[in-house]
């Protein structure tokens, strides 16, 4: 039997009513059998599999090619030493410099994506298992670097001009992940610290990320096609 939810909208208080309580519900209110399973899937590739896959792929590209990602020092530590090395150079922008240092297609490091996918042994005879579709693994944040002025900038304009209208910032955000499959651009949800006129609104720093990595895209592509 279905139920009814209460959510904060322009805060004011929601009843939504007609949600699903189980699978088969779900799938009936969809009118497509598999709805809730494919929505499952699809979630969970895009918010891990499909990072954890590029991460380890770009590890094996690193071994094979011996061309160093680029890297800048973490934060300072409270003793004022640098922090961890983090990555200093978007996937896509890595993976399309070592393509193009190697004068080499995409397709060239197919045998490396099958190796993340299928399992393989290292260089020192290390069983290295693949990497596989699960939706239990707890993936912690793999710290990304402060994002640069322009971007918080073009986020903080894009924030102004769909003021008061959530269906303008939620259009954006789907555009955003249509041109970047597995980009993830989370919103602000009810808590503590989460102002009720914020509830569904991305972070300008959240939105500055997509918007980096939308241009790395576009620069990625610029690569691609002076190789053609």
């Known amino acids: 039997m279905s139920t009814s939810i209460k959510r904060e909208i322009l805060g004011l208080s929601a009843t939504i009513s007609n949600i699903p309580t189980t699978v088969e519900e779900g799938d009936q209110n969809a009118k497509k059998v598999g709805a809730v399973l494919e929505g499952f899937i699809d979630y969970n590739l895009f918010h891990g599999t499909y990072g954890d896959i590029r991460a380890a ?15 800048k020092p973490g934060n300072l530590k409270k003793d004022g030493t640098a922090g961890k090395e983090v990555y200093d150079e978007k996937e896509s922008a890595y993976f399309f410099r070592v393509c193009a240092e190697k004068e080499v297609e995409p397709s060239f490091f197919q045998p490396q994506m099958d ?5 393989y042994t290292d260089a020192n005879g290390q069983s290295i298992p693949a990497i596989v579709f699960d939706a239990s693994s707890s993936r912690g944040e793999r710290g990304p670097g402060k994002i640069a002025a322009v971007y918080m900038i073009a986020a903080k304009a894009v ?21 970047n499959p597995g980009l993830v651009l989370d919103v602000q949800t009810e808590g503590e610290d989460v102002d009720a006129a914020q509830v569904g609104w991305p972070t300008v720093e959240n939105l500055a990320r997509a918007i980096k990595a939308d241009e790395d895209r576009k620069r990625a592509q610029t690569v691609a096609s002076l190789m053609e």
């Open 115 to 119: 190796e993340v996918c299928e399992g």
């Open 57 to 71: 792929f770009l590890a094996r590209v690193e071994e094979v090619t011996k061309i160093k990602r680029q890297t």
């Open 159 to 179: 924030i102004e001009k769909c003021e008061g209208h959530l269906a303008k910032i939620h259009k954006v955000i789907t555009k955003l992940k249509h041109l």
